[in-house]
């Protein structure tokens, strides 16, 4: 890109255009250099993988329901409510076609299956887990996963902090509606 320099006219073509550098992005930056240590981003990494399309929660849901035979009917509402919550964000994000941070500051340390960010798929999914969940084994016990996660995305550079305010949000709200529904629907 040529930028012509307004005190002297002539053309500078070696002018490179730095991002700005957002007050979510500096959030970013900020929580990325305070959880550097190799542990912490390898614990997010793996929490990444962990999470991708609602795998953890759903495999949770079904060992619940094997296990835990007489509830084992809220153990699959309660997995469909995770299931609704994630397929939830996955079609927002094609609504609202927010991109994924990219800024050199940013630190990336984990792929993702698309380049859409908001919602945090992961943070909804890990929400609407501990809510849905929660009912089961008692919501405290869960609850730390949630900031756990939201962190955890951040940690590895691929949502701004409003995608997993978002995210928690939305899968706060799909699994507390989703019980209603089903009673409801007569299941």
Do not use: C
Not at 40 to 46: F, G, Y
Not at 110 to 126: E, I, R, V
């Amino acid at each position: 890109m040529s930028v012509q320099n307004p005190t002297t006219g002539t053309t500078d073509d070696h002018v490179v255009d730095v991002p700005v550098l957002t007050s979510e992005l500096k959030i970013m930056v900020a929580v990325q250099q305070k959880l550097s240590a190799p542990a912490v981003v390898r614990t997010a990494q793996l929490m990444s993988h962990a999470g991708e399309h609602a795998a953890v929660w759903i495999v949770g849901g079904a060992v619940g329901a094997l296990v835990d035979r007489p509830r084992r009917r809220e153990w699959i509402e309660a997995t469909a409510a995770v299931v609704a919550a994630h397929g939830s964000s996955v079609v927002l994000k094609r609504f609202t076609r927010r991109r994924r941070p990219n800024h050199p500051d940013v630190l990336v340390h984990a792929g993702t299956p698309s380049k859409l960010s908001l919602p945090s798929s992961h943070a909804t999914s890990t929400t609407a887990a501990v809510v849905a969940f929660g009912r089961l084994v008692g919501r405290g016990k869960l609850a730390p996963l949630v900031p756990a996660m939201a962190l955890s995305r951040i940690v590895v550079g691929v949502h701004y902090p409003t995608d997993v305010l978002a995210g928690s949000v939305l899968g706060a709200t799909v699994a507390g509606v989703a019980p209603r529904v089903l009673r409801r629907s007569g299941r």
